[in-house]
């Protein structure tokens, strides 16, 4: 009697049922995440005062456990336990988050960066340059992250100074630089933007003196990330940049428009190394190892190799790191023959992870990674073994769960970042996944032959572009699906609230009756809302007549010309908005492309109109300034197999129910504040007789000189796109002459230009006009009803609103 009761004990002691798992680790892992995640936007004093806090309760807490006040029960001393490693876990957190604060508040280093001094900087590469977006025709802004060594300032002091500072540098010379590479170079110091353990911003002009070579481990790494980018070289644009972000996360070749489709369809993550690149690796080795019938020991021998080289291989960043202690947590289990020790070795990764770099607390990265194998840990077999109890095949049941599993665990903080909850997400990484390893494994296996046969290391990468053509195409079609995204609120208030719900519903499933009820509720709102969505709020509006774009600080103008046909006027600063637009509208081909100037907000996106369409003839103005534009337009012209020319006064196009005709610029304009929006070709476009005056960016000489000479039919409109983004830069007789009652304004969020300007505005609202803006009302359609026009905005995406 007296040994079943202390076998009973024994159970109680330990935690219960071996079902029940050890909470403990998981407290002090999730406690110690969020205090150094606060630390990091409170600051070093209050992260202090919450780590001294902490570790007073956790003192009560453990006299009192210990009997201090009385011994407690077994269910109390159970739980009390639960909450000593929570406590223990913010004080940990919180402790090593101050102490890393203070460390980058330095008053040495402080002072000189609110005086924004210039200094010669010793640095330390930490990870791989990356080009930042900028202005066509100028040189590539290139951030690059470093730890700093020391400063020395223009009075010759020197100032030790162990901290982080992002690099800004326009100059070739940092480009090939690897992490580890120790260099000087003189800049100014900035402000950083704060909530992370960044000290400053080191502005550069010129290139960095290099001190010797970076470690051998960086230049191995170099070389065959660099084979692996020739061996890409020959192949499709899209497979060609997937390729290299599957294998060793370098997305630099990755077209926008393939980065946006996997944005929208929730495969991101394929685009970034993660815990999964490392467990294909470290499968594939695993099997051979089976294959040759290997012992458990040599097995995880030979896998822990694995690791190391693909860790070199993809540089040990902090990211890579991360990922490769999610993939030895999995390696962990393997050797201790206890799968079910992968929990606690993910919470002692996770703490160790964090204390010794508490930025990750912040990196939404750290905590896709953190919670995809989680519940690839906690769900995944479940809903697997249930599948398989419901007469499921068992490799279609893994198939099922793994992504779902993820995809649920993650689904709050890709909610929160995104502003938006995939209703695709799930079917396109089940579709997605067999064509994942294969392409990971080849492309492994092309960097590791390129520097030692590059016939077969080109043979592999062929190879591995059929694998990744499929995961293209499974994201082109996901992100064109209608409502294939919900809104949902954005930022941490978002992500709580989905967690929450999430949290709530797993909990309440476990109910059969429950689970039935949410599965026919679910099923319902399905087939209740999506026709609503699919209908009463598609898009484009019946009887469009035109369509401004909201594609950031640029114009991209659409006409339709018939189903799936239309004529685009601009091109916006970037490919993926554009292409997103047109997307939306379901345009597939584009039988005229028209530029009115070559300013990149108006030109850069070029390579988005292209993207998938056919387009039939391109024309431009007769200004061709600036060259960079001109270059980047006639390059996507001559790739795409359009016809080039220039469309003078007086050029006229029909095509269905459009016509166009240019009424200027009715002569050169020369010496004007800017020549190439005073140049800007001026379109007069009339769809179903309504007609539409598109400006460009023509500002006060331009409209004067169409005052002085108007065109035949004169500059009258129902419509005016409003010149420049509605600068201060109008003449007020034009805007009077025109008369528009509708007035479009294609202008970016928050732009640094003051765009609109509220006096022009205000006066285009007094003549009567109805003045949209995409900055506040997204993508805005011009409807031709029987009762005359009107407008529709689709709207701005959650997040992105000003």
Not at 271 to 298: D, Y
């Amino acid at each position: 009697m007296s040994g079943k009761g202390g076998e009973a004990g024994r159970q109680d002691a330990t935690g219960g049922a071996a079902d029940v798992p050890d909470l403990r680790l998981a407290g002090l892992a999730v406690a110690a995440w969020l205090a150094a995640l606060a630390g990091l936007r409170l600051g070093p004093r209050p992260a202090v005062l919450l780590a001294v806090g902490a570790a007073a309760l956790a003192a009560c807490t453990v006299g009192h456990l210990l009997g201090v006040l009385g011994r407690p029960v077994a269910p109390v001393r159970r739980y009390g336990w639960i909450a000593v490693a929570v406590l223990i876990g913010v004080v940990c957190g919180a402790a090593a988050t101050a102490a890393r604060l203070v460390v980058r508040d330095a008053p040495a280093v402080r002072s000189l960066v609110d005086d924004r001094a210039t200094v010669d900087a010793e640095l330390v590469v930490t990870d791989d340059p990356r080009p930042v977006r900028g202005v066509v025709g100028r040189p590539a802004t290139l951030l690059v992250r470093a730890d700093l060594v020391t400063l020395t300032g223009q009075d010759g002091a020197r100032v030790v100074a162990p901290v982080r500072v992002l690099v800004l540098a326009t100059d070739p010379g940092w480009r090939g630089l690897l992490p580890g590479q120790r260099l000087t170079a003189p800049g100014r110091l900035g402000s950083s933007r704060g909530g992370d353990l960044t000290a400053a911003v080191l502005t550069v002009r010129g290139p960095p003196t290099r001190h010797g070579p970076p470690p051998w481990s960086q230049r191995a790494a170099g070389v065959l990330r660099a084979g692996l980018q020739r061996v890409c070289e020959p192949l499709p644009d899209e497979q060609g940049g997937l390729l290299p972000g599957l294998v060793v996360g370098d997305t630099s070749r990755l077209p926008a428009a393939v980065e946006e489709d996997f944005r929208a369809t929730g495969m991101t993550h394929l685009n970034a190394v993660s815990g999964s690149n490392v467990a294909i690796v470290v499968g594939a080795v695993l099997l051979l190892a089976r294959w040759s019938r290997a012992g458990p020991q040599v097995a995880v021998g030979l896998c822990g190799l694995a690791l190391v080289g693909f860790v070199i291989l993809v540089r040990p960043s902090p990211s890579v790191v991360r990922a490769a202690t999610m993939g030895a947590i999995g390696l962990a289990a393997l050797a201790a023959g206890r799968p079910r020790a992968a929990l606690p070795a993910l919470a002692a990764g996770v703490v160790g992870l964090v204390l010794y770099d508490p930025d990750l607390a912040g990196d939404p990265g750290f905590a896709l990674s953190v919670l995809a194998t989680a519940g690839l840990l906690l769900l995944a077999p479940g809903w697997r073994d249930g599948l398989r109890r419901r007469g499921v095949p068992p490799g279609f049941a893994e198939a099922l769960a793994v992504p779902a599993a993820a995809q649920v665990a993650c689904g709050p903080v890709v909610a929160g970042i995104s502003g938006t909850v995939s209703l695709v997400a799930v079917p396109a990484n089940l579709l997605a996944v067999p064509a994942i390893a294969p392409a990971t494994v080849l492309g492994v296996a092309a960097a590791v032959l390129s520097p030692l046969w590059p016939a077969g290391a080109q043979f592999a990468a062929w190879l591995a572009s059929w694998p990744a053509w499929w995961l293209v195409t499974v994201a082109r079609y996901g992100a064109r699906l209608p409502a294939g995204a919900l809104p949902w609120p954005g930022g941490v208030a978002g992500a709580l609230l989905l967690a929450g719900l999430t949290v709530a519903l797993l909990i309440a499933t476990r109910r059969p009756l429950v689970r039935r009820l949410v599965a026919v509720v679910a099923v319902a709102v399905i087939v209740g809302t999506l026709p609503v969505r699919l209908v009463a709020g598609g898009w484009p509006p019946t009887g469009w007549v035109v369509v401004a774009c909201a594609v950031g600080q640029g114009d991209t103008l659409v006409l339709p010309v018939g189903t799936g046909r239309a004529v685009v006027v601009d091109a916006g600063p970037e490919p993926a908005a554009v292409d997103g637009c047109l997307r939306r509208l379901g345009v597939r081909e584009v039988p005229l492309l028209l530029f009115s100037h070559f300013h990149v907000d108006h030109v850069g996106g070029v390579a988005g109109v292209f993207r998938g369409r056919r387009v039939g003839a391109v024309r431009t103005p007769q200004w061709s300034e600036p060259e960079a534009g001109l270059g980047l337009v006639r390059s996507a012209a001559t790739a795409g197999g359009a016809g080039l020319a220039a469309a003078p006064a007086g050029w006229a196009y029909r095509n269905g129910a459009l016509e166009l005709v240019a009424l200027g610029p009715p002569y050169p304009l020369r010496g004007t504040r800017s020549d190439p929006n005073n140049n800007s070709l001026v379109l007069r476009a009339t769809v179903a007789g309504v007609r539409m005056l598109l400006v460009g960016d023509a500002e006060t000489e331009e409209q004067r000189a169409l005052l002085d000479r108007p065109p035949p039919g004169g500059v009258r409109a129902d419509v005016l796109k409003v010149a420049h983004h509605g600068s201060a830069y109008q003449e007020p007789a034009f805007l009077d002459a025109v008369r528009p009652r509708v007035a479009l304004v294609p202008v970016g969020v928050g732009n640094s230009y003051g765009h609109p300007n509220p006096a022009v505005l205000a006066r285009i609202a007094r003549g009567g006009a109805r003045v949209l803006r995409t900055d506040t009302d997204g993508d805005v359609a011009v409807v031709l009803r029987r009762a005359g026009l009107a407008v529709v905005a689709r709207g701005l995406p959650p997040g992105r609103q000003s």
